[in-house]
Nanobody
């Protein structure tokens, strides 16, 4: 079992930056790839970014490339999503998730956090 807790969301203005954190507990965090997904009101949950267990490879949705950066610190059992140049369309609940190797863009992750709200005002 892996427990995930997101933090760092909030209300910001367009153009601002924000860093989300995902604290993990339970089994060895480095054994799992970590992903970030988001869900806006009335929309399906969508893939944002993923990083392998070692942190050696990262993957991004085209809509966030260049603005969002995923990283992790396995010594701290924590993952991060750094967001810059935020836009109103980035408004959503952001979830972190953990899984074994597989299709990192697919939402079939084994473990999920409760989510953190990010609201970007124009």
């Amino acid at each position: 079992q892996v427990q995930l807790i997101e933090s760092g969301g909030g209300l910001v203005q367009a153009g601002d930056s924000l860093r989300l954190s995902c604290a993990a507990s339970g089994r060895a965090f480095s054994n799992y790839a970590m992903g970030w997904f988001r869900q806006a009101p009335g929309k399906e949950r969508e893939f944002v970014a993923a990083i392998t267990g070692s942190g050696g490879s990262t993957y991004y949705a085209n809509s966030v490339k260049g603005r969002l950066t995923i990283s992790r610190d396995n010594a701290k059992n924590t993952g991060y999503l750094q967001m810059i140049s935020l836009k109103p369309e980035d408004t959503a609940v952001y979830y972190c998730a953990a899984r074994w190797i597989g299709d990192y863009r697919s939402p079939d992750y084994a473990y999920w956090g409760q989510g953190t709200q990010v609201t970007v005002s124009s």
